[in-house]
T-cell receptor, first 114, second 116 residues
């Protein structure tokens, strides 16, 4: 079974600074999909960024970028120029290429301070 | 619709009662997931539909849990004889793609179930 580990239960950052959230996963497959989802307080979970394992280039979405290290099975999320609206739970998720079923990590609570 | 909706948003049930949770996915979305999210945890997979077909129900914790999506759109998660350990937020998510969790999922706001 695949596992996803988020080793930082809580993180905090000052507004406008950069923060990196870590995620590692365990799989024997070569084709898979990785995601970061954001769950703001009392609001719906939304996709932040998606990475396909066969693509070597790291995905970016505006202020959000990933550092995908396939050999190390690491998929960290970097948030640049942090904003107060980035305060949320962040979940890393993994879906193997041969499966429909995503596995989520336990989440990292990020607080952005003014 | 504008997004995935779920009803009710909050449900309090006495132990032993049956409950039904509804999910309205985004129109045209093929894939539909149900998850259970305990406090401070990530979503745990319960079941997956592709259109009206329930392709995977391996995450359902017991035979008290039942899900359906008879016309390939609205889905209902039913829990019979609720127990205190069923207390959690139940999330529904839909995806345009038939690849299930390989594509972007759009989540509903969840139903918070409290069993007393």
């Amino acid at each position: 079974a695949q596992t996803v580990t988020q080793s930082q239960p809580e993180m905090s950052v000052q507004e406008a600074e950069t923060v990196t959230l870590s995620c590692t996963y365990d799989t024997s497959e070569s084709n898979y999909y990785l995601f970061w989802y954001k769950q703001p307080p009392s609001r719906q979970m939304i996709l932040v960024i998606r990475q396909e394992a066969y693509k070597q280039q790291n995905a970016t979405e505006n202020r959000f970028s990933v550092n995908f290290q396939k050999a190390a099975k690491s998929f960290s999320l970097k948030i640049s120029d942090s904003q107060l609206g980035d305060t949320a739970m962040y979940f890393c998720a993994f879906t193997s290429g041969g499966s429909y079923i995503p596995t989520f990590g336990r989440g990292t609570s990020l607080i952005v301070h003014p | 619709g504008a997004g995935v909706s779920q009803s009710p948003r909050y449900k309090v049930a006495k132990r032993g009662q049956d409950v039904a949770l509804r999910c309205d996915p985004i129109s045209g979305h093929v894939s539909l997931f149900w998850y259970q999210q305990a406090l401070g945890q990530g979503p745990e997979f319960l079941t997956y539909f592709q259109n009206e077909a329930q392709l995977d129900k391996s995450g359902l914790p017991s035979d008290r849990f039942f899900a359906e999506r008879p016309e390939g759109s609205v889905s209902t998660l039913k829990i019979q004889r609720t127990q205190q350990e069923d207390s959690a937020v139940y999330l529904c998510a839909s995806s345009l793609e038939s690849g299930g969790g390989r594509g972007e999922q759009y989540f509903g706001p969840g139903t918070r179930l409290t069993v007393t």
